[in-house]
């Protein structure tokens, strides 16, 4: 009786060492951040891959990527100059080189980095193409029309 006790309590002490030791390691991959927050707070940004320690129940690990990205703007209506109306389609690649910045102003949340620059972009097409007019928006493709 005793044997099975001792056997248990083994198990038991090995799952508890386990579990802490599963919420002390943070795995930072090649392709990204790694964000150490400490109740709230930035406390470390981990940018080499690999493997590394935080203190568990204290500290929380958010990845964030590390390369470039890709957003698809939705197709917009626009007006040139001669109040024509022309259908753009564009996209932006972009990336994040500073995490520290991006974590405290956007929350490290993809999609509100993607409605900023939705804004931008837009207002900014928007502003290009109405300054134009038809036939020079046309002639700045290098005369191809597809």
């Known amino acids: 009786m005793k044997k099975k006790f001792g056997a ?3 198990v038991f002490i090995i799952l508890a060492v386990l579990i802490l ?4 390691m943070v795995v930072t991959y090649p392709d990204e951040y790694t964000i150490i927050k400490q109740f709230g707070r930035i406390e470390s940004i981990r940018e080499t891959p690999g493997l590394s320690l935080k203190l568990p129940f ?4 958010e990845s964030i990527q590390n390369e470039v990205l ?9 007006m040139t100059k001669d109040k024509k109306s ?25 999609s509100n ?6 804004t931008i972009v837009y ?6 193409i109405s300054s134009l007019s038809q036939e020079e ?10």
């Open 21 to 24: 030791a599963q919420g002390c």
């Open 113 to 118: 980095a993607e409605f900023r620059i939705d």
């Open 70 to 78: 890709l957003y698809d703007l939705a197709v917009s209506d626009v």
């Open 86 to 110: 022309m259908i753009a389609d564009c996209f932006v690649l972009w990336e994040i080189e500073d995490p520290y910045k991006y974590t405290q102003t956007l929350s490290a949340q993809k």
């Open 137 to 146: 928006v046309i002639s700045g493709r290098d005369g191809e029309l597809t």
């Open 123 to 128: 207002n900014s097409l928007k502003n290009v």
């Open 58 to 61: 204290i500290q929380t690990a």
């Open 8 to 10: 248990a309590i083994s």
